[in-house]
Protein backbone atom coordinates (compact mmCIF):
# COMPACT_ATOMS: atom_id res chain seq x y z
CA UNK A 1 0.00 0.00 0.00
CA UNK A 2 1.59 3.36 -0.99
CA UNK A 3 1.30 6.98 1.46
CA UNK A 4 0.84 10.06 -0.41
CA UNK A 5 3.19 12.33 1.52
CA UNK A 6 2.63 15.90 1.42
CA UNK A 7 4.36 18.46 -0.67
CA UNK A 8 6.39 21.38 0.40
CA UNK A 9 3.71 24.11 -0.78
CA UNK A 10 1.00 21.96 1.28
CA UNK A 11 2.79 22.31 4.91
CA UNK A 12 2.07 24.80 7.17
CA UNK A 13 4.02 27.85 7.23
CA UNK A 14 5.50 28.54 11.02
CA UNK A 15 3.86 31.61 12.02
CA UNK A 16 6.85 34.91 12.04
CA UNK A 17 8.03 35.84 15.54
CA UNK A 18 7.35 39.37 16.15
CA UNK A 19 10.19 41.77 17.80
CA UNK A 20 9.47 44.80 19.57
CA UNK A 21 11.61 47.48 19.88
CA UNK A 22 11.97 49.72 22.77
CA UNK A 23 13.58 53.14 22.01
CA UNK A 24 14.84 55.85 23.81
CA UNK A 25 13.59 59.65 24.15
CA UNK A 26 16.40 60.63 21.70
CA UNK A 27 14.52 59.05 19.19
CA UNK A 28 12.19 62.11 18.96
CA UNK A 29 14.90 64.57 18.75
CA UNK A 30 14.73 64.06 14.85
CA UNK A 31 13.08 67.74 14.60
CA UNK A 32 16.86 69.63 15.98
CA UNK A 33 19.17 67.73 13.27
CA UNK A 34 16.24 68.09 10.52
CA UNK A 35 15.73 71.99 11.00
CA UNK A 36 19.51 72.11 11.93
CA UNK A 37 20.07 70.77 8.65
CA UNK A 38 17.58 73.13 6.54
CA UNK A 39 18.21 76.33 7.95
CA UNK A 40 21.97 75.62 7.07
CA UNK A 41 21.09 75.21 3.80
CA UNK A 42 19.10 78.55 3.77
CA UNK A 43 22.29 80.41 5.06
CA UNK A 44 24.60 78.96 2.74
CA UNK A 45 22.17 80.45 0.02
CA UNK A 46 21.76 83.69 2.06
CA UNK A 47 25.41 84.37 0.64
CA UNK A 48 26.42 86.93 3.40
CA UNK A 49 29.65 86.40 6.00
CA UNK A 50 29.94 87.40 9.54
CA UNK A 51 33.16 89.93 10.46
CA UNK A 52 34.35 90.30 13.69
CA UNK A 53 35.04 93.72 14.76
CA UNK A 54 35.91 95.24 17.86
CA UNK A 55 33.07 96.60 20.18
CA UNK A 56 33.52 100.59 19.79
CA UNK A 57 33.47 99.89 15.40
CA UNK A 58 31.05 101.91 13.53
CA UNK A 59 29.28 101.09 9.83
CA UNK A 60 29.38 103.92 7.91
CA UNK A 61 28.89 105.18 4.72
CA UNK A 62 31.56 107.15 3.16
CA UNK A 63 32.26 108.87 -0.13
CA UNK A 64 35.10 108.59 -2.00
CA UNK A 65 37.15 110.58 -4.63
CA UNK A 66 35.86 108.70 -7.30
CA UNK A 67 32.11 109.96 -6.01
CA UNK A 68 31.15 106.37 -5.39
CA UNK A 69 29.62 106.06 -1.81
CA UNK A 70 31.17 102.77 -0.44
CA UNK A 71 30.02 101.02 2.89
CA UNK A 72 33.45 100.64 5.36
CA UNK A 73 33.81 99.60 8.93
CA UNK A 74 35.59 102.47 11.03
CA UNK A 75 37.94 100.90 13.73
CA UNK A 76 38.87 103.22 17.04
CA UNK A 77 41.89 104.37 17.77
CA UNK A 78 44.58 101.22 19.40
CA UNK A 79 42.11 99.04 18.17
CA UNK A 80 42.12 96.31 15.33
CA UNK A 81 40.47 93.90 13.18
CA UNK A 82 41.62 90.34 13.19
CA UNK A 83 44.87 89.01 12.30
CA UNK A 84 46.79 86.25 11.21
CA UNK A 85 49.87 85.41 12.52
CA UNK A 86 51.28 87.51 9.59
CA UNK A 87 49.59 90.38 10.77
CA UNK A 88 47.55 90.22 7.77
CA UNK A 89 44.00 91.02 7.78
CA UNK A 90 41.53 88.50 8.39
CA UNK A 91 38.78 88.54 5.15
CA UNK A 92 35.33 87.15 6.06
CA UNK A 93 34.84 83.31 5.92
CA UNK A 94 31.39 82.77 7.99
CA UNK A 95 28.55 82.23 6.20
CA UNK A 96 25.85 83.88 8.42
CA UNK A 97 21.98 84.34 6.78
CA UNK A 98 20.80 88.19 6.71
CA UNK A 99 17.42 87.23 8.80
CA UNK A 100 17.75 87.39 12.80
CA UNK A 101 15.13 84.73 12.66
CA UNK A 102 16.85 81.52 11.56
CA UNK A 103 18.67 81.59 15.11
CA UNK A 104 15.11 81.73 17.00
CA UNK A 105 13.41 79.17 15.24
CA UNK A 106 16.42 76.55 15.73
CA UNK A 107 16.64 77.57 19.26
CA UNK A 108 12.45 77.44 19.96
CA UNK A 109 12.80 73.89 18.00
CA UNK A 110 15.01 73.01 20.97
CA UNK A 111 13.85 74.18 23.51
CA UNK A 112 10.19 72.73 22.52
CA UNK A 113 11.99 69.41 22.02
CA UNK A 114 13.53 69.31 25.22
CA UNK A 115 10.33 70.09 26.98
CA UNK A 116 8.06 67.38 25.37
CA UNK A 117 9.80 65.05 25.57
CA UNK A 118 10.97 65.44 29.36
CA UNK A 119 7.24 66.03 30.46
CA UNK A 120 4.65 63.42 29.56
CA UNK A 121 1.50 64.74 29.15
CA UNK A 122 -1.36 62.03 28.29
CA UNK A 123 -4.72 61.86 27.28
CA UNK A 124 -6.53 64.83 28.71
CA UNK A 125 -3.90 66.92 29.99
CA UNK A 126 -2.21 66.59 26.11
CA UNK A 127 -5.77 67.84 24.52
CA UNK A 128 -5.98 70.78 27.79
CA UNK A 129 -2.69 71.93 27.08
CA UNK A 130 -3.54 72.73 23.54
CA UNK A 131 -7.19 74.46 24.51
CA UNK A 132 -5.36 76.41 26.85
CA UNK A 133 -2.79 77.78 24.16
CA UNK A 134 -5.53 78.12 21.43
CA UNK A 135 -7.27 80.52 23.89
CA UNK A 136 -4.54 82.42 25.54
CA UNK A 137 -3.49 82.98 22.16
CA UNK A 138 -7.27 84.31 21.31
CA UNK A 139 -7.21 86.32 24.62
CA UNK A 140 -4.60 88.25 23.86
CA UNK A 141 -5.53 88.95 20.33
CA UNK A 142 -8.64 90.31 21.32
CA UNK A 143 -7.23 92.22 24.10
CA UNK A 144 -4.74 93.89 22.08
CA UNK A 145 -1.27 92.56 23.36
CA UNK A 146 -0.64 90.00 20.70
CA UNK A 147 0.81 93.05 18.62
CA UNK A 148 3.32 93.95 21.69
CA UNK A 149 4.24 90.31 22.18
CA UNK A 150 5.08 90.04 18.45
CA UNK A 151 7.24 92.68 18.55
CA UNK A 152 9.02 92.34 21.79
CA UNK A 153 10.06 89.02 20.02
CA UNK A 154 11.29 90.99 16.97
CA UNK A 155 13.86 92.57 19.50
CA UNK A 156 14.93 89.53 20.05
CA UNK A 157 18.54 88.21 17.40
CA UNK A 158 19.77 84.80 17.49
CA UNK A 159 22.88 84.30 14.73
CA UNK A 160 24.00 80.81 14.31
CA UNK A 161 26.37 80.73 11.36
CA UNK A 162 26.81 77.70 9.20
CA UNK A 163 29.15 75.26 10.98
CA UNK A 164 27.34 75.60 13.88
CA UNK A 165 24.40 74.32 11.92
CA UNK A 166 26.22 72.00 10.56
CA UNK A 167 28.30 70.82 13.97
CA UNK A 168 25.46 70.63 15.51
CA UNK A 169 23.22 69.03 13.61
CA UNK A 170 25.75 66.54 12.69
CA UNK A 171 26.98 65.46 15.87
CA UNK A 172 23.26 64.98 16.88
CA UNK A 173 22.64 63.08 13.82
CA UNK A 174 25.13 60.56 14.55
CA UNK A 175 24.51 60.35 17.82
CA UNK A 176 21.03 59.63 17.13
CA UNK A 177 21.67 56.96 14.46
CA UNK A 178 23.96 54.88 16.86
CA UNK A 179 21.15 55.10 19.46
CA UNK A 180 18.00 54.35 16.38
CA UNK A 181 19.77 51.05 14.81
CA UNK A 182 22.60 49.91 17.87
CA UNK A 183 21.64 50.42 21.24
CA UNK A 184 17.66 51.10 20.94
CA UNK A 185 17.70 47.14 19.51
CA UNK A 186 19.66 45.54 22.41
CA UNK A 187 16.10 46.44 24.50
CA UNK A 188 13.57 44.34 22.60
CA UNK A 189 10.65 41.81 22.89
CA UNK A 190 10.02 39.07 20.62
CA UNK A 191 7.01 37.21 20.55
CA UNK A 192 6.45 33.63 19.38
CA UNK A 193 2.79 31.46 19.15
CA UNK A 194 4.05 29.51 22.51
CA UNK A 195 7.28 31.35 24.16
CA UNK A 196 8.36 35.09 25.14
CA UNK A 197 11.87 36.36 24.60
CA UNK A 198 12.83 38.92 26.97
CA UNK A 199 15.90 41.93 27.05
CA UNK A 200 15.20 44.47 29.04
CA UNK A 201 18.87 45.99 29.48
CA UNK A 202 21.68 46.61 27.42
CA UNK A 203 24.23 44.26 28.10
CA UNK A 204 21.40 41.93 29.47
CA UNK A 205 21.26 38.32 28.67
CA UNK A 206 17.73 36.95 27.00
CA UNK A 207 15.09 35.25 29.31
CA UNK A 208 12.09 33.34 27.99
CA UNK A 209 8.70 33.02 29.26
CA UNK A 210 5.84 31.06 28.22
CA UNK A 211 3.17 33.02 26.28
CA UNK A 212 0.50 31.31 28.00
CA UNK A 213 -2.27 33.86 29.62
CA UNK A 214 -0.21 36.59 28.13
CA UNK A 215 -2.09 40.63 28.52
CA UNK A 216 -0.25 43.90 26.63
CA UNK A 217 -2.31 47.02 26.21
CA UNK A 218 -1.13 50.52 25.24
CA UNK A 219 -0.90 53.13 27.49
CA UNK A 220 -2.66 56.07 27.06
CA UNK A 221 -0.74 58.28 24.33
CA UNK A 222 0.84 61.83 24.58
CA UNK A 223 -0.51 63.87 21.58
CA UNK A 224 2.82 66.21 21.46
CA UNK A 225 5.35 62.91 21.75
CA UNK A 226 3.40 60.17 20.55
CA UNK A 227 1.44 62.26 17.71
CA UNK A 228 3.64 64.89 16.72
CA UNK A 229 7.22 63.96 17.03
CA UNK A 230 6.42 60.59 16.21
CA UNK A 231 5.64 60.60 12.90
CA UNK A 232 1.76 60.18 13.19
CA UNK A 233 0.81 62.31 9.79
CA UNK A 234 3.63 59.45 7.99
CA UNK A 235 1.05 56.97 9.63
CA UNK A 236 3.98 55.79 11.92
CA UNK A 237 3.56 56.96 15.60
CA UNK A 238 4.81 55.63 18.69
CA UNK A 239 3.48 54.47 22.08
CA UNK A 240 4.20 52.96 25.17
CA UNK A 241 3.22 49.27 25.49
CA UNK A 242 2.87 47.07 28.78
CA UNK A 243 3.22 43.17 28.53
CA UNK A 244 2.11 41.18 31.32
CA UNK A 245 3.09 37.17 31.97
CA UNK A 246 0.47 34.94 33.71
CA UNK A 247 1.47 32.25 36.73
CA UNK A 248 2.63 31.87 39.86
CA UNK A 249 5.20 34.57 39.03
CA UNK A 250 4.12 37.27 36.83
CA UNK A 251 6.23 39.76 34.99
CA UNK A 252 5.38 43.53 33.58
CA UNK A 253 7.51 44.74 31.25
CA UNK A 254 7.27 48.24 29.90
CA UNK A 255 8.40 49.13 26.52
CA UNK A 256 7.88 52.94 25.85
CA UNK A 257 8.25 54.54 22.86
CA UNK A 258 7.27 51.19 20.54
CA UNK A 259 7.22 52.53 16.86
CA UNK A 260 4.06 51.54 14.71
CA UNK A 261 2.63 50.69 17.97
CA UNK A 262 -0.92 50.10 16.87
CA UNK A 263 0.51 47.70 13.81
CA UNK A 264 2.30 45.58 16.41
CA UNK A 265 -0.30 45.25 18.32
CA UNK A 266 -3.09 43.59 15.79
CA UNK A 267 0.16 41.67 14.37
CA UNK A 268 0.51 39.74 17.74
CA UNK A 269 -3.00 39.44 18.77
CA UNK A 270 -2.89 37.26 15.34
CA UNK A 271 0.12 35.43 16.64
CA UNK A 272 -0.93 34.50 19.39
CA UNK A 273 -4.27 32.81 18.40
CA UNK A 274 -1.79 30.78 15.96
CA UNK A 275 -0.54 27.17 17.40
CA UNK A 276 2.51 25.33 15.92
CA UNK A 277 1.40 22.22 13.86
CA UNK A 278 3.58 19.02 14.04
CA UNK A 279 3.50 16.67 10.84
CA UNK A 280 4.75 13.03 11.22
Keep these: MSTASASPSTLPSKPRDITVYSHSMLFYWWPVWFVGYILAALTLWDHHLLMVVPIHAEAKSVEFKDGIERNVVIVPDGESLLKDKKGSLIQPTLYVAQSKNYGVIFCLTLLLTIFITSVSLRGMWSILVIVVIVMGVTILML???????????????????????????????????????????????????????????????????????????????????????????????????????????????DLPNVIGVEYKIKAIEQLMQSKDVNLT
Design 143 to 253: AGYWEKITSAFSLLDIRINLGGYLFTSTGLLIIWLIAFMFFDRQIYVTFSPGQLRVRTEIGDGEKVYDATGLTFEKQRSDIFRHGILGLWFLNIGTGDLIIKTSGAQNHTF
